[in-house]
């Protein structure tokens, strides 16, 4: 069963730089569509930044240039660089993996929270 571990969550204050990790356990990462998700308190989880096998990128536009997403297949790892955090950016984060033709797999989530 695949497995995604994320981590680097933590407290930071705003305008506070943040960088978070996420491991996966399948031996066919460079195949997958790799994403970064969020869910604040009483709202919707959205898309945050994501990146497909040929490296395309793709951000929600509250983050656009301020965030980047990036990968190293032979780490089986995709990472999120957080720069100029924002109070509303505090939710818990979460990792995805997609494939067609598989199951889409979600890590447990680390919690970032944003002081003003």
């Known amino acids: 069963q695949v497995q995604l571990v994320e981590s680097g969550g933590g407290l930071v204050q705003a305008g506070g730089s943040l960088r978070l990790s996420c491991a996966a356990s399948?031996?066919?990462?460079?195949?997958?569509?790799m994403g970064w998700y969020r869910q604040a308190p009483g709202k919707q989880r959205e898309l945050v930044a994501s990146i497909d096998s040929a490296d395309g990128r793709e951000y929600g536009d509250s983050v656009k240039g301020r965030f980047t997403i990036s990968r190293d297949n032979a780490k089986s790892t995709v990472y999120l660089q957080m720069n100029s955090l924002k109070p509303e950016d505090t939710a818990v984060y979460y990792c995805n993996m997609k494939r067609p033709g598989y199951l889409e797999v979600w890590g447990q989530g680390t919690l970032v929270t944003v002081s003003s």
């Open positions: 399948r031996n066919t990462f460079s195949l997958n569509a």
